[in-house]
């Protein structure tokens, strides 16, 4: 896997991955920046967030089960001095569907986050504390 940056100005960069995707990062005017996008702590936090996502959809489609929807929601709080590092992350999912099995949900939010998720895995390595939970939304019916 393969990523490079682009420094555009002050501190505004622009970040291409190596499926050739790009993203703008940005720092808060405080630090130099115009705020034109999300910082680099952000993209690790959303990093996170798909990552995981993207495992619980696979692992219940694979179960067969009727999602409609999948959101997540992600808080994260960091260290007061330099580094300052992610100390700890809850990622709370929201799993829309029409009469999904609760077992197989808690099942496929634990597997991402034990076996699967390779971004909540090595922060976690790093010492991360990371939480999940989950909620189960009916699917409206039509």
Known sequence: ?????????????????????????????EHGGHNRGVRPMEMILLGLGGCTAFDVIHIL?????????CEVELSAERAETEPRVFTKIHVHFIVTGEGLDEKRVARAVSLSAEKYCSASIMLARAGVE??????IREAPAG
Do not use: C, L, N
């Open 1 to 29: 896997m393969k990523a490079r940056i682009k420094w555009v100005e002050d501190v505004t960069f622009a970040g291409e991955s190596g499926s050739g995707h790009t993203v703008v990062m940005d720092g808060p005017p």
């Open 61 to 69: 489609g694979k179960a067969r089960q009727p999602v409609t929807d």
């Open 130 to 135: 990371i939480t999940h939970d989950y909620e």
